[in-house]
């Protein structure tokens, strides 16, 4: 199928202006009724297919979680197309101030006082500095990331094979907590988490990080596992961030103690030490982290469900491509597997990192859908539900299968701009005066060696799954070695 052009804001339109549908019902209990139908009544994915064909349109009106009495307007115009959803990367039209969750923003104590890159517009003076560092500090130590990837997974290969001896499942949830947080930091602080001495956090690098977002996402966090009336009550109140206050310091001092180097070059660039400090640990901690975190479980559990077929095809190309390459997983040979990137990019599109993506409209505009055009005022908040947006049937053919070629090929390739998972077209790349993500290639790299690394070392495996949303347990109960 040949993509459809997907736009912005449009100066004129020769599709059927339409008021946009919906609405917001009476005050404080229309966005109330609204969240119990998100997180309960509905569910996730029902919430919108039934709006959308409620309305007959993927443009409308809706409130969005968490609602009150946490977030003041919960009023949105959701844009759930692939025509529509560009509008939320135009930083001429829009606006991405305190944004990065959307409606509510966490109190700023959980950041040590200071409004992370995140949390920026690219029109702030802060955010034009605090990315180009970010992008240095990625460049700086390009080199180093998928050795140290490589050295973190073996790590892991080695507990799973442990497990798999005693006759025990091995646990891959538990794992990704360990080598996706610790390469990620050997990488750029060129220390390690683990090793004993000062600040050193041992084995608990990753899940004090998971520790410390839970608070953060609680108020917009659904199928947690606890009891309904429980999980409703953290839609309702903003946790503390003491809650998490034994973590977040222990992060917080070993980034100040080991990140000398990268941190004196943020001060080079005029940004305050504590600031920076705070910055890295977010950007390491929170973004990078969390989104590996997130990502390599759900991308197993598809490549899994696929079946050994997919799996074999995967290891010998794997194996052809790093023989050019001594038998390692470089840059090179990630090239030569074309089979394997179509998986990560499927992977991406089925179930993007970061689901949700906010803007506020800084003028008077028109959006089109599909189908009609839309006016949009200025202040007005648009959002986007991206999973949604990812299986646009009038963009992807049987946009609700993990297909592991759709993106060989010429035509495969030429779906690419419409994958969206980094705040920005796959095609692009970011910039200081965007708010795409500064480690979006970097990210696409070591989601391939992910891959590579574990075809590489076995040819097949068996994944059980316990529980079940954000309580979710991946598990390997057979791992094949190649």
Not at 64 to 80: E, N, Y
Not at 204 to 228: C, E, F, K, M, V
Not at 387 to 408: I, Q, T
């Amino acid at each position: 199928m040949v993509p459809q052009p997907a736009c912005m804001a449009v100066p004129v339109s020769n599709l059927p202006l339409r008021a946009i549908p919906g609405g917001y019902g009476i005050s404080y209990l229309g966005a109330i009724k609204d969240r119990l139908d998100y997180f309960w009544i509905q569910g996730e994915e029902e919430f919108y297919r039934s709006r959308v064909e409620k309305y007959n349109s993927t443009v409308f009106r809706v409130s969005m979680p968490p609602g009150p009495p946490i977030a003041k307007d919960a009023r949105v115009i959701c844009v759930l197309d692939q025509k529509s959803f560009p509008i939320l990367f135009d930083v001429n039209k829009c606006e991405k101030r305190d944004l990065f969750l959307g409606t509510y923003m966490p109190d700023l104590s959980y950041t040590s006082g200071h409004r992370v890159l995140s949390y920026l517009d690219p029109s702030e003076v802060r955010h034009e500095k605090l990315k180009q560092w970010c992008f240095d500090l990625i460049a700086r130590n390009g080199r180093k990331f998928l050795p140290e990837f490589h050295t973190a997974m073996e790590e892991s290969f080695a507990v799973w094979e442990e497990a798999m001896e005693k006759g025990e499942n091995a646990n891959l949830s538990e794992e990704v907590q360990q080598f996706a947080f610790n390469f990620l930091v050997r990488a750029v602080l060129h220390h390690d988490p683990v090793a004993p001495g000062e600040a050193s956090l041992g084995k608990n690098g990753g899940p004090y990080a998971s520790a410390w977002h839970g608070p953060q996402l609680a108020p917009i966090a659904g199928q947690t596992g606890l009891p309904h009336a429980v999980e409703e009550l953290l839609h309702t109140i903003r946790l503390p961030s003491s809650v998490v206050k034994e973590q977040y310091d222990a992060l917080y001092n070993f980034f100040k103690t080991y990140g000398g180097e990268e941190l004196d070059r943020a001060v080079a660039l005029g940004i305050k030490r504590d600031d920076a400090i705070a910055n890295l640990l977010f950007l390491l901690g929170f973004n990078a982290y969390g989104g590996f975190n997130f990502f390599f479980p759900q991308l197993t559990g598809h490549i899994a469900q696929c079946g050994p077929e997919l799996m074999h095809e995967l290891h010998e190309e794997v194996v052809a491509a790093v023989q050019a390459t001594e038998g390692k997983v470089t840059p090179k040979s990630l090239e030569n597997m074309p089979l394997l990137s179509s998986v990560v990019y499927e992977g991406f599109r089925m179930k993007p990192p970061v689901p949700y993506q906010y803007a506020r409209a800084k003028t008077d505009f028109l959006i089109e859908s599909h189908e009609n055009s839309f006016e949009v005022k200025k202040g007005e908040m648009l959002y986007g539900f991206q999973p949604y947006v990812m299986h646009d049937p009038n963009v992807f053919e049987n946009p609700d299968k993990f297909l592991p070629r759709r993106f060989m090929g010429p035509e495969g390739e030429a779906l690419l701009g419409n994958v969206f998972w980094s705040n920005g077209r796959e095609t692009d790349d970011p910039t200081v005066h965007d708010k795409q993500c500064a480690g979006k290639d970097l990210a696409v790299t070591i989601s391939r060696a992910y891959v590579a690394e574990m075809f590489l070392r076995y040819k097949e495996f068996t994944l059980e799954v316990q529980g079940s949303g954000v309580q979710t347990t991946l598990l390997f109960s057979a791992l094949q070695k190649a």
